[in-house]
């Protein structure tokens, strides 16, 4: 790759992170938008295909009373959002809606001093009672005890259950921000997607924030053309919010995305622990799908108590391994009481520093003289983490899984070194071995570029069939659980090593 080439590709990274989706300007057109006052009930915007459903020119529609046309109390919309979710939208009403008097499901929510109508018209079909769907699968969710593998494959078949998608997935982001299959469920004739890995940029991160702010989201035709909101622009010439919108139109590159899928109708539910975006349940449908408000929050309600669920689990590892690391810290407390030189001290306690942020092998540095524990470790290794370390004196702990960022391009057993930085004369280090991975892409992981009249920009890939990649030089990474503990470590070992008299 040249450098013209490189710089290309981060331009067009920067440009579609930068992509302002929140404000795309228009909705999809299988439902309407009118956003009123909230003081005063005057429309203040509608989409232009307001024309069909009240049989009058989006004109002629800003500035009157919103009563004149939805037969909802509008001051009381305002009143539901301190006691839902500030700013989250809430299904309403049914309610029968303009010339024709269509029987219509109703979504409000309230941003930027305004209250937005989403109306969608209900399909003429008999629909199942998402209530009654919801709360029998709340229970299997909340009931499920066995390990993390099969509550995932069970969050699968519930909103498969739940929505009717051919394809239910769920998707996890890894620390690099890319993303794998763990978990899903399908129908007939539909490929599998399980195990296959996603490069972060099919996700952007302003795409990532949004499914915080709005945990479902619904594209019900791949091929639809935005409707424009009429006025585009808010009196103070900002563009009007659509973050929250359930219809908002998405973005174009995401839409040829899905269909080089060959996909004709999505969902997503944002899976949130911790206030992170862990996952999303992806769901995917071959022809066109409409889902009513109302499956829309069960399958947001269901999507809540399964986030619950994986954030409890989350957590029961994190404090049993809390409880580890605080015991082995309490032993080498003991350990410096008992007036041992401090390297001695610290030498005995490699094993168990190895086993807490577990690591093949585990090095004290020290000015006279190496401690080993665990696998061999050669001298090279130590030259390497020593020049490492000196690069940075200003960091006291300093980690990485990626053989390159450290060994000089010097072909060594470890990949993975995490180094605690103790004073002049002292360091830890745990070292993790090369772990080769055959990792399973959804089609090839290559920025693809097109030129357009605003600049070059990422194309989304055509293909997804399976593309294999062995990756070489790279350990397990190092996990929050793992930097958490080695800075406690850290500190404890300095005190005692500023507190124990030498020998």
């Known amino acids: 790759m040249t450098s013209d080439n490189r710089l290309e590709i981060e331009q067009a990274l920067a440009a579609c992170a930068s992509e302002p989706i929140q404000f795309s300007g228009g909705i999809q057109p299988h439902g309407y938008l009118v956003s009123c006052d909230l003081a005063t009930g005057v429309v203040r915007h509608v989409s232009d295909n307001c024309r069909t459903l009240f049989g009058i020119a989006p004109e002629h529609i800003i500035g009157q009373p919103i009563a004149d046309f939805v037969h909802l109390d509008v001051p009381m919309l305002g009143n539901y959002s301190p006691e839902a979710e500030p700013q989250a939208a809430e299904y309403i009403a049914s309610v029968n809606i303009g010339e024709r008097a269509q029987y219509c499901d109703v979504s409000v929510h309230v941003a930027q001093g305004l209250a937005h109508l989403e109306i969608e018209p209900q399909p003429r079909v008999a629909q199942v009672s998402a209530a009654e769907l919801v709360h029998d699968m709340i229970f299997r969710i909340t009931a499920e ?20 998608f051919d394809r239910v997935m769920v998707y996890r982001f890894l620390p690099d921000d890319s993303g794998e299959v763990i978990a899903e469920s399908l129908a007939e004739g539909v490929q599998s997607c399980l195990g296959l890995r996603y490069p972060a940029s099919d996700i952007p991160p302003q795409a990532r924030a ?7 989201r619904v594209i019900a035709d791949t091929d639809y053309r935005p409707v424009p909101i009429v006025p585009a622009l808010n009196p103070d010439g900002t563009p009007l919010d659509l973050s929250r919108h359930g219809l908002r139109s998405v973005s174009p590159v995401h839409l040829e995305y899905m269909r080089n899928m060959g996909m004709a109708a999505s969902m997503s539910i944002s899976i949130i622990v911790d206030g992170r975006l862990w996952g999303l349940v992806a769901c995917h449908h071959r022809t066109p799908r409409q889902l009513p408000p109302r499956h829309r929050t069960a399958a947001d309600l269901l999507g809540m108590f399964y986030s619950l669920r994986v954030s409890a689990s989350e957590h029961l590892r994190t404090v049993a391994r809390k409880i580890r690391g605080r ?19 610290i030498a005995h306690q490699l094993a168990d520093l190895r086993d807490m942020m577990p690591a093949n092998a585990a090095v004290l540095l020290a000015a006279a003289g190496d401690v080993r524990e665990g696998e061999p470790v050669d001298d090279a290794t130590l030259d390497a983490a020593r020049a490492w370390l000196a690069r940075r004196p200003d960091r006291e702990v300093m980690a990485t899984h990626i053989a390159a960022d450290w060994l000089d391009g010097a072909d060594l057993r470890y990949a993975g070194v995490l180094a605690m930085r103790l004073d002049d004369d002292h360091a830890v280090l745990l070292l993790r071995r090369e772990q080769v991975a055959d990792v399973e892409w959804a089609g090839e992981p290559v920025k693809h570029l097109v030129t357009t009249d605003d600049g070059v920009r990422m194309a989304p890939r ?15 990474p190092w996990d929050r659980d793992d930097l958490e503990d080695a800075e406690a470590t850290m500190l404890l070992l300095r005190q005692g090593l500023a507190a124990t008299p030498r020998g």
Do not use: K
């Open 210 to 216: 949004l499914y915080l702010r709005n945990r479902v």
């Open 327 to 345: 015991a082995i810290r309490t032993a080498m407390v003991r350990a410096f009481m008992d007036g041992d030189a401090p390297a001695v001290t």
């Open 145 to 164: 005890t066995g390990d993390d593998a099969r509550l995932h494959a069970l969050m699968t078949e519930q909103v498969r259950r739940l929505t009717g």
């Open 462 to 476: 055509r293909s997804f069939n399976t593309w294999r990649e062995t990756v070489h030089g790279q350990a397990r």
